[in-house]
Structures are given as structure tokens and as C-alpha cells.
């Protein structure tokens, strides 16, 4: 890992340990807990996304599925919770890879691809009306399982807050590895080509499915800790997360490490300033993305990266 690199990163974690003491309110530390979601959410999509030009519509039923998988089976088994954490992960890892396994080996353009994946969605949010005796459909679950029941006493918040700092920062790490190995240049031998990727020797299935494999367990794996952090979960947590997601990676820039940063960071604030302003919130934000989509389709990475190169090279003429 490059000394650059690892400065970067210490530089982002010591920012975020360091925002609870700004932001302290209880309000203000269920705001960063969820920013870190949203954040781990769009990581997720920036690498089967951003890098593999996969377009999953169905994010919302993976994170769903970890949910409830999470919720449900911790009591019915009368297991600990952390044990059914990582099945909750792997079975939403295991339907994702299916779904790119089925979408590449026929060649499904992403059109094809994004109507399968909605589908998908969709058949979710039925199966979980249906099977209403197990998931409370509309209702939804209270959750009495909690990864934190250890913790008599502390600050639940912000003890939630530094688990998911911790788990964002391993997941840099580990994306970090991935995109500057072997595997991250097939990715973009794929995004760049993937006609010609497959005449050089790459097998672009195997790394489509592994692309979906990674960003689906993420999915399933922060799908259960939302579940363990809000204690409830019902269908309309998941309806529209989908486009959320989407919309703070292009935001942000995709197959970048600090697009989905900096797109989960902006969406959260504008979503959180909007909100007072009721039913016309909705009409706002989307004036709003228009405009910021038509001067930023690169996303704010591009775009900062230009500003600061022109700063530094302004600076070093100056000298």
C-alpha cells in the first residue's frame, strides 16, 4: 500500500472519530450512524457498479435480506446474534452472485439487467407481505436481539457510531487491496472493454460474479447491523433505497474510493436540510439533482481533484 494511500486513509478515520465530539446531540449521532450506513450502502454499489458496470436494482431486498434474516432468526434459535450476522451476509451474497452468474453467462445488456434486478425487488417486497406470520409484513418486526446487550449503560449511539467507523475503515481497506490487485484490473478491463477483456484471457463471469459476491455480502452484512441499530424493520425501509444509493454514487463518482464518501456525506446533509420543508421537499430535491447532474455528471471527485490541481499548480507559478 502506498505511503500516500495510507496517509489518506488515517486522514478519513481520524476525521470520523473525531465528528462525535463536534456532534454530540443524541439527534446529531443518529445522523452520523446513518451517514456511515449510507456510506457502507454506496461502497457496496461503487464496486459491482462502478467497476464492473453491473446495474443492480435490487439493493434494497439484499440489505432486506440481511435484515431480516438478522432479526428473525437470532430469537428462533435462540442463537447470539453476531452467529447469524454473517449467514444473513452470505445468503444475500449468494443471491447477488446468482443474479450476475444468470445476467452475465446469457450477456444481458444492463437495460435487461436493471428489469431483472427490479424484479427481484419486487418479488422481495411481495414475499414479504406474504409470509406475514414470519415477517409482520406492513407492520414490520421489533427486534428484541441486539449486538450491543453487553453494554449495559453505555452510550448506545455512539458506541454504534465507532463499531460502524471500524467496519467502514476494514472495508476501505479491503476495497483498497481489491481495486489495486489483479482483480481491480480486470474490473477495469471489463468497465473499459469487455469484449476485449475476454480475448486478453479475462474471465469476465468469474470476475462479474466476485464483483457481486463482495458488494452483496456487504449489503447483507450492514443490512443486519441497520436491522440491529433501529431494533425494528418493516418493508418501507427498503422500497426505495435503491435509488438512494444510485444517486449518491454518480453524485459522489463512481469507481472511486472517495465518491461514495463524499456522495453519502452531501445526499445525507441535503436530505436533512430539505426535510423541514414538508411535501415539497421531494420536488426541491429533485430540481436539485437535476442541476447538480447537469454540471457534475462526472461526479464531485472529478471536479475537486480539477479544482485542487489548478489551485496547486497556481500556487507553484506563484513561486
Known amino acids: 500500500m502506498k505511503k500516500a494511500s495510507i496517509v489518506q486513509k488515517v486522514i478519513i478515520l481520524a476525521v470520523y472519530a473525531l465528528l462525535p465530539i463536534i456532534f454530540s446531540h443524541s439527534y446529531q449521532l443518529r445522523l452520523l450512524n446513518l451517514l456511515i450506513f449510507f456510506t457502507m450502502f454506496t461502497l457496496s454499489s461503487n464496486i459491482i457498479f462502478g467497476h464492473t458496470r453491473q446495474l443492480f436494482l435490487c439493493q434494497g431486498a439484499l440489505v432486506g435480506i440481511g435484515s431480516y434474516i438478522s432479526a428473525i432468526l437470532p430469537e428462533r434459535l435462540g442463537v447470539a446474534p453476531w452467529i447469524i450476522l454473517p449467514v444473513g451476509a452470505l445468503t444475500s451474497a449468494g443471491i447477488g452472485s446468482l443474479i450476475s452468474a444468470v445476467s452475465s453467462i446469457r450477456r444481458l445488456s444492463i437495460i435487461f ?73 480486470a474490473f477495469r478491463c471489463i468497465v473499459e472493454d469487455e469484449i476485449a477483456a475476454s480475448f486478453i484471457g479475462i474471465n469476465v463471469v468469474k470476475y462479474k460474479v466476485l464483483s457481486a459476491f463482495i458488494s452483496s455480502f456487504l449489503f447483507g452484512f450492514m443490512g443486519g ?71 457534475f455528471r462526472e461526479g464531485l471527485v472529478v471536479h475537486l481533484k480539477r479544482i485542487t490541481g489548478q489551485f496547486f499548480k497556481k500556487h507553484k507559478l506563484c513561486f
Do not use: W
Open 225 to 295: 447491523l441497520y436491522a440491529y441499530y433501529n431494533l425494528y424493520i418493516c418493508p418501507s425501509m427498503f422500497q426505495n433505497i435503491d435509488v438512494h444509493i444510485l444517486v449518491m454514487l454518480v453524485f459522489g463518482g463512481m469507481g472511486t474510493l472517495t465518491g461514495p464518501l463524499l456522495g453519502a456525506g452531501a445526499f445525507t446533509l441535503i436530505s436533512e436540510l430539505l426535510r423541514p420543508l414538508g411535501p415539497i421537499t421531494t420536488l426541491i430535491f429533485g430540481i436539485l439533482l437535476i442541476i447538480l447532474f447537469l454540471f
Open 113 to 185: 439487467m436493471a428489469v431483472l434486478t427490479s424484479s427481484f425487488q419486487v418479488i422481495f417486497g411481495e414475499l414479504i407481505l406474504g409470509l406475514r406470520h414470519i415477517t409482520g409484513a406492513d407492520e414490520g418486526i421489533v427486534i428484541r436481539s441486539d449486538i450491543l446487550r453487553g453494554l449495559i449503560g453505555a452510550n448506545r449511539e455512539l458506541v454504534y457510531y465507532y463499531l460502524l467507523i471500524a467496519t467502514l475503515f476494514a472495508t476501505v481497506i479491503i476495497y483498497d487491496k481489491i481495486v489495486n490487485s489483479r482483480v481491480g484490473v
